[in-house]
Nanobody, 114 residues
Framework: QVQFVESGGGLVQPGGSLRLSCASSGFPFSWYTMSWYRQAPGKERELVAQITSTGDSTNYADSVKGRFTISRDNAKKTVYLQMNSLKPEDTAVYYC???????WGQGTQVTVSS
């Protein structure tokens, strides 16, 4: 059974940092591109960042370029999202997902507020 367990969210002040983790199981993690998405209240879920199976290529939404960094550890079957210079508009529930498949975890809440 494919599962994703996101963690690392919390309340942070504007300008602060958080590191999200997503532990994966139930599929050959190292074969797949992995993605981070987020969904803010009243908005549709949006793609934040993607990383290829080997980690040699990444891409980001324009809104987070230069502030967020996606990475992965295939031995630990975990994908990470380092978020710096956080803004109130980054407030959302963050999810990870295997590219091309529609299985989601429970997400982790990120709130950026003073």
């Amino acid at each position: 059974q494919v599962q994703f367990v996101e963690s690392g969210g919390g309340l942070v002040q504007p300008g602060g940092s958080l590191r999200l983790s997503c532990a994966s199981s139930g599929f050959p993690f190292s074969w797949y591109t992995m993605s981070w998405y987020r969904q803010a209240p009243g908005k549709e879920r949006e793609l934040v960042a993607q990383i290829t199976s080997t980690g040699d290529s990444t891409n980001y939404a324009d809104s987070v370029k230069g502030r967020f960094t996606i990475s992965r550890d295939n031995a630990k079957k975990t994908v990470y999202l380092q978020m710096n210079s956080l803004k109130p508009e980054d407030t959302a529930v963050y999810y990870c997902k295997r590219a091309g498949y529609d299985t989601w975890g429970q997400g982790t809440q990120v709130t950026v507020s003073s």
